[in-house]
């Protein structure tokens, strides 16, 4: 069955650092992909999204490109500020998420 | 607008009882989800409407769960001789279509937090 899977956490990065959170997904036809963002004491809410193969998905200076070819869809920040810190989820549109990374940028 | 709201936020009960959740999506979200997530853990798919009628209950681990949403709107998550394995957030998501290859955004509920002591 479809499935994804992400990066393990947690990651701790210093302010202003790159991110990149890996995520690759295994499915039948051509979801969507999301990321989710759960900001501390908050519920879920979606971060970004890509409908299509190629398409950029872009929110608050992250970004993530749907590439079909290596079933893909990876996270990611030139420059992480503290109020990043959060646990982000990539998911597939046909309801199944992965586990989710753990984020702490320190100051 | 009001987001999606979900009473109670939490609920502690004993082995073997009866409990029930309750999920108020989005006006005019004709789609609604619930999930599971344990500690560390992603959401685990459990059910889906569209409109009154289950869609896909395929994430429904065992007869003793069971969701309902009668008039198309507020959804009900019931479980039954609880164990203390289901304890978990249960979170509940509205979309205003969804379903497999959708490319509609589900906006989340704050969870109700559900202790099986």
């Known amino acids: 069955g479809d499935s994804v899977t992400q990066m393990e956490g947690p990651v701790t990065l210093s302010e202003e650092a790159f991110l990149t959170i890996n995520c690759t997904y295994t499915a039948t036809g051509y979801p969507s992909l999301f990321w989710y963002v759960q900001y501390p004491g908050e519920g879920l809410q979606l971060l970004l999204k890509a409908t299509k193969a190629d398409d950029k998905g872009s929110n608050k200076g992250f970004e993530a490109t749907y590439r079909k070819e290596t079933t893909s869809f990876h996270l990611e920040k030139g420059s992480v500020q503290v109020s990043d810190s959060a646990v982000y989820f990539c998911a597939l549109s046909d309801m199944r998420f992965g586990a989710g990374t753990r984020l702490t940028v320190k100051p | 607008g009001a987001g999606v709201s979900q009473t109670p936020s939490n609920k502690v009960t004993e082995k073997g009882k009866y409990v029930e959740l309750r999920c108020d999506p989005i006006?005019?979200?004709?789609?609604l989800y619930w999930y599971r997530q344990s500690l560390g853990q992603g959401p685990e798919f459990l059910i889906y409407?569209?409109?009154?009628?289950?869609?896909?209950d395929s994430g429904l681990p065992n007869d003793r769960f069971f969701a309902v949403r009668p008039e198309g709107s507020v959804s009900t998550l019931k479980i039954q001789r609880t164990e203390r394995g289901d304890s978990a957030v249960y979170l509940c998501?509205?979309?205003?279509?969804?379903?497999?290859?959708?490319?509609?955004?589900?906006?989340f509920g704050p969870g109700t937090r559900l202790t099986v002591l």
């Open positions: 998501a509205s979309s205003l279509g969804g379903g497999p290859q959708s490319t509609d955004t589900q906006y």
């Open positions: 409407f569209q409109g009154t009628g289950a869609a896909d």
């Open positions: 006006s005019g979200h004709t789609a």
